[in-house]
């Protein structure tokens, strides 16, 4: 009775009259992440979003058993544990190391950090979608380098950078080209920018590249001021536990960490973190298969009318007609009718291409042969 009372004396409230988000946020097309479910068909294997075809690291998984007894204490607040074993192991410094839970919470802080009303970041055509995501929620605005050929143009690059410019991202390799920029370049770029601007330098799948020509960037930050080099384990076994980091100059780890949330990294990320890194044999399987399967795509997918970029990441990019019977969706159909799930590339402005994570040799040879079918109709 009061609430119907009540409710009826309320005015008509204008819709101008309520909370509203910032301008910046409400023009971000939501993100589309990989489907999950083929619809209707059961899943028999999930290749839209690059994650490990060998489950996680038996030793990350023994790790979360100390969890039991932990569970009602904070974690500790700057994950040192995993800082000092990500330290050791690549040869870096703990105190520049930033945990983040997940790398894109790094990219959100780095945009946070750096971004604001009336600046501009450059990302190339293709980029990553979380940065113009993170770079938009700052109420700046992300400014497009166009690609030559599906990979990043350092002189486009260049080019897009003006006096509002504050940061640069580039994810090397590139999702969701999967192509990459040889150290050379990465640092012909950076030679171009200004002091002033902050060059995020996203190395997510580092640990699949085999080009000897790549660096993932730990040197460039090392000898300059204005280089942060952003990780993740998500791409090697962990998604789960959303495990990002970042190595950075004194001061951005410094700015960053007073805009970090106190306990921003889990107890269980923490932990089998640690033992992830301990485990070289799991990883070095995990590289071993990718790079078979990943040549094995590149040699059997391509045709003359389906085209595989050269990929040095853990999925490759490829590219169908837009007319004709091997359309990326009639492709994506006949994948998905037998429960394959590869990632609809409509969101990236691709819409002729599927991405595909390298997934189990069974998966793989279903790949092929599946595309195969549809390309010989
Ligand atoms: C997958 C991916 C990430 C990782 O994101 P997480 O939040 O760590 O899972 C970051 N950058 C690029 C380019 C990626 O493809």
């Known amino acids: 009775m009061f609430r119907a009372s009540f409710r009826a004396k309320v005015p008509d409230v204008p819709m101008t009259n309520r909370p509203k988000a910032k301008d910046g946020v409400l023009k971000i097309a939501p993100y589309v992440p990989g489907r999950s479910q083929a619809g209707g068909v059961r899943t028999r294997a999930k290749l839209s979003s690059n994650e490990s075809p060998l489950g996680a690291s038996p030793k990350a998984v023994a790790a979360l058993a100390e969890l039991n007894d932990r569970l009602s204490a ?28 997940g790398s894109d919470e790094l ?6 950090t750096y971004l604001g009303a009336g600046d501009e970041a450059v990302i190339s055509q293709y980029g990553f979608l979380v940065y113009p995501i993170a770079t938009m929620g700052t109420g700046a ?29 580039l994810a090397n390799p590139n999702n969701p080209t999967g192509t990459f920029l040889t150290d050379a370049e990465v640092r012909r770029l950076h030679a171009g920018l200004p002091k002033n601007v902050l060059f995020v ?23 300059n001021d204005n280089v942060v080099m ?30 970090r949330g106190p306990f921003n990294v889990n107890m269980a990320a923490q932990l089998a ?26 040699t059997h997918l391509p045709s003359n009318r389906v085209r595989v970029l050269p990929s040095q990441a853990n999925f490759v990019l490829a590219l169908f007609p837009e007319t004709g019977p091997v359309t990326a969706a009639t492709v ?31 998966a793989m040879k279903e790949v092929v042969e599946i595309v195969r079918g549809v390309d010989n109709d």
């Open 74 to 101: 904070y974690p500790e607040g700057s994950s040192r544990d995993l800082r000092q074993a990500l330290a050791k192991k690549h040869g870096l410094e703990a105190d520049r190391i930033v945990i983040g839970s």
């Open 107 to 112: 990219l959100h802080l780095i945009a946070q």
């Open 141 to 169: 605005v992300p400014v497009f380098a166009p690609d030559r050929d599906y990979v990043v143009d350092v002189d486009a690059m260049l080019a897009a950078v003006t006096e509002r410019t504050k940061v640069v991202f």
């Open 201 to 223: 330098l996203d190395s997510a799948y580092a640990e699949y590249v085999t080009n000897p020509a790549y660096d993932a960037g730990a040197d460039l930050v090392r000898e």
């Open 230 to 259: 952003v990780r993740t384990f998500s791409k090697i076994g962990l998604a789960a536990l959303r495990i990002g980091w970042l190595y950075g100059p004194d001061h951005v780890v410094d700015a960053i960490n007073r805009l």
């Open 273 to 298: 973190g640690v033992a992830a890194l301990e485990d070289e044999d799991f990883i070095q399987k995990l590289q071993a298969h990718n790079r078979t399967w990943r040549d094995y795509l590149e």
């Open 332 to 362: 994506n159909r006949a994948l998905l009718h037998k429960g394959i799930i590869v990632r609809e590339m409509g969101s990236y402005g691709l819409p002729s291409a599927l991405r595909i994570s390298i997934g189990s040799e069974e």
